[in-house]
């Protein structure tokens, strides 16, 4: 029978506060550990700044997002985007050991997307000692003062989210890395433009397709309709301008295609839980 331990026990209880650049270049690592849960374990939020990677040492516990409960073991990691509401913790009868990092960078929204971990939080077929390494190279270096340990950190994150990569493709149809030539077509267009007006029908013919046709082929290879694709472009580009610029609420909206800020705000609020000012407010002082 494991040996159970009442408390709670940090290992290793880290902080770093990146600087500007730091956040604008590289994957930062804001906090990081190692602990021992203890039977009572939990954590329960609404929504966090940053993402959570965790990686199951022993024992066992679950994780809760989207209104459902995941089993966690030794030798799965587990991503959360904190952003949505989110629970996890240990099981009592088997408490679990685990490494984590609360890391920031603007690629993990569509990164966590691409590897659905909406659905798919918990990674059970990767190389668990390479990920621990990784994890240990990150705990060496977050905190250091040298100019390259910030670099370093990052990379330590990008071995991790390689070796998940690498887990998820041992699972057939999870990652669909290939798209077809005409969706291709019509993301680059949304990417580059999503500030103009757009319509699916103009995306079809872009495309060589039907209406009806582009869209069953753009939801097979995105997992979401065109027009809710562009809609979370363009409210990832508005974080990116809350974030990095002092324009008012209605300029930011304006700049990604919104013409009406009280749409704006309330598809805002919808994807992120925050309406625009809270997500500035609370990113300023993370």
């Known amino acids: ?6 408390e709670t026990v940090f290992l290793k209880n880290l902080y770093a506060t990146p600087a500007d650049w730091q956040r604008d270049l590289f994957y930062s690592v804001v906090r990081a550990g ?11 939020r609404e929504t966090y700044p940053g993402h959570e990677i965790i990686l199951c040492l ?13 089993d966690v073991s030794a030798g799965q990691l587990v991503w959360v985007n904190c952003h949505h509401p989110h629970a996890y913790g240990a099981v009592s009868r088997d408490p679990w050991e685990l490494y984590w990092l609360r890391i920031e960078g603007r690629p993990l929204d569509r990164i966590s997307e691409l590897l659905q971990i909406r659905s798919q939080p918990v990674f059970d077929k990767l190389n668990a000692r390479a990920a621990a390494i990784e994890f240990e190279r990150a705990f060496d270096t977050m905190t250091g003062t040298r100019p390259s340990d910030a670099a370093l950190a990052s990379a330590a994150v990008a071995a991790i989210i390689g070796i998940t990569f690498d887990a998820r493709l041992s699972e057939p149809g999870l990652i669909q890395p290939e798209l077809p030539a005409a969706v291709q077509r019509a993301l680059e267009r949304m990417r580059l433009y999503f500030h103009l007006p757009m319509r699916v029908a103009e995306l079809a013919q872009l495309s060589g397709m039907s ?6 082929q753009f ?9 809710d694709w562009l809609r979370r472009e363009r409210i990832n580009q508005a974080k990116r301008r809350l974030i990095e610029s002092n324009d008012p609420v209605k300029e930011i909206a304006r700049q990604v295609g919104y013409h009406d800020q009280f749409f704006f705000s309330k598809d805002f609020k919808k994807m992120t839980k925050l309406t625009p ?5 609370q990113e300023s002082h993370a």
Do not use: C, N, V, Y
């Open 211 to 216: 209406e009806s046709h582009f869209s069953r």
């Open 34 to 44: 190692h602990l021992r849960a203890g039977i009572d374990h939990r954590i329960e």
């Open 1 to 6: 029978m494991p040996s159970l331990f009442q």
């Open 58 to 70: 022993s024992g066992r516990g679950w994780l809760r997002i989207a209104g459902k409960k995941h």
């Open 219 to 227: 939801k097979a290879a995105m997992g979401t309709s065109p027009i």
């Open 277 to 281: 000012t809270q997500f500035r407010e």
